[in-house]
């Protein structure tokens, strides 16, 4: 018996074999799928550009209310000093 430090055994192999196979019916499936996923990379999509559209937005008025804060807290400390 050899004595080794690293198994190197072979993969397991993964052996399917379909019970039924119907061509027909793969390719009206195959249609569909493609249809169901078009229509999801849609909403995806519009999802996307929503929601960009909204953080461009919360972006903006974040910097705004950095810039009033810092004016107010600048004027506050001119005021004391």
Avoid at 35 to 44: G, K, P, S, V
Avoid at 62 to 71: C, Q
């Amino acid at each position: 018996m050899a004595f080794t430090f690293f198994n190197n055994r072979e993969p397991r192999k993964f052996n399917y074999k379909p019970r039924y196979y119907d061509p027909k019916k793969e390719e009206s499936t195959g249609d569909a799928r493609k249809d169901f996923a078009r229509n999801l990379h849609d909403e995806w999509q519009s999802h996307r550009n929503h929601t960009s559209g909204e953080r461009k937005n919360h972006n903006s008025l974040t910097i705004i209310f950095m810039i009033f804060f810092v004016i107010v807290l600048a004027l506050v400390l001119w005021k004391f000093f």
